[in-house]
């Protein structure tokens, strides 16, 4: 690799490393007071009195996002994402056994056993994690445009096309449940592979 290239190489590869991250606690504040201006333009200051450009202004939507974003992920990470898991354990869908102690004592050591097989290489955890944040965001999207669709001012987009966004949203909601099951199947596969390093 040219000496030029190396300074890139280590950007690139820092961003891909954070970008669970990023999903977690910042993406989706933006996206939530993005879709709030859309639907509520009356509770954001006109841009013509109000300019925002101000870094006070941008400090506080800053904060604002930050806030909300961590709590509708945090409520999206242990309510409804676990809430759906347990309902997916109950199926029989690959990841937690049934063991016949109970779905939290499953999940404890199906989680121990993720976190403390040392032969399951670093990419394969970043890449279950990159997942599930995914399919986190996948839900807080379908989420906002459910609850924006429903409530709105008059005349704003979500107002506008109210029927096709709720559709939309479902969908979406639906292609979460989806992805969250194939990454359960996925982080199974990584786990079996880790406990069996002779099978390389």
Same mark, same amino acid.
């Given at each position: 690799?040219?000496?030029?290239?190396?300074?890139?190489?280590?950007?690139?590869?820092?961003?891909?490393?954070?970008?669970?991250?990023?999903?977690?606690?910042?993406?989706?504040?933006?996206?939530?007071?993005?879709?709030?201006?859309?639907?509520?333009? *009356?509770?954001?200051?006109?841009?013509?009195?109000?300019?925002?450009?101000?870094?006070?202004?941008?400090?506080?939507?800053?904060?604002?996002?930050?806030?909300?974003?961590?709590?509708?992920?945090?409520?999206?990470?242990?309510?409804?994402?676990? *809430?759906?898991?347990?309902?997916?354990?109950?199926?029989?869908?690959?990841?937690?056994?049934?063991?016949?102690?109970?779905?939290?004592?499953?999940?404890?050591?199906?989680?121990?056993? *993720?976190?403390?097989?040392?032969?399951?290489?670093?990419?394969?955890?970043?890449?279950?994690?990159?997942?599930?944040?995914?399919?986190?965001?996948?839900?807080?999207?379908?989420?906002?445009?459910?609850?924006?669709?429903?409530?709105?001012?008059?005349?704003?987009?979500?107002?506008?096309?109210?029927?096709?966004?709720?559709?939309?949203?479902?969908?979406?909601?639906?292609?979460?449940?989806?992805?969250?099951?194939?990454?359960?199947?996925?982080?199974?596969?990584?786990?079996?592979?880790?406990?069996?390093?002779?099978?390389?």
């Amino acid at each position: 690799m040219p000496q030029d290239d190396k300074p890139n190489a280590g950007i690139v590869q820092t961003i891909t490393d954070n970008l669970g991250t990023f999903f977690r606690h910042l993406f989706p504040g933006v996206l939530i007071i993005g879709a709030a201006y859309v639907a509520h333009k *009356s509770w954001f200051p006109c841009p013509e009195s109000h300019p925002w450009e101000s870094w006070q202004h941008v400090l506080i939507a800053a904060a604002i996002a930050l806030a909300v974003g961590n709590i509708w992920f945090a409520v999206n990470r242990y309510v409804i994402h676990q *809430s759906i898991d347990f309902v997916l354990y109950r199926c029989g869908v690959k990841g937690p056994r049934k063991s016949g102690l109970g779905y939290f004592d499953d999940l404890g050591k199906y989680v121990a056993k *993720s976190q403390c097989i040392l032969e399951i290489p670093p990419q394969a955890r970043q890449h279950v994690a990159f997942r599930a944040s995914s399919v986190l965001l996948l839900y807080i999207a379908a989420e906002i445009g459910l609850l924006f669709s429903l409530w709105n001012e008059a005349g704003s987009l979500f107002a506008q096309y109210k029927l096709g966004i709720i559709i939309g949203s479902i969908v979406l909601f639906i292609a979460g449940i989806w992805q969250q099951i194939i990454t359960r199947y996925i982080d199974d596969h990584i786990i079996e592979f880790g406990r069996k390093p002779e099978s390389r």
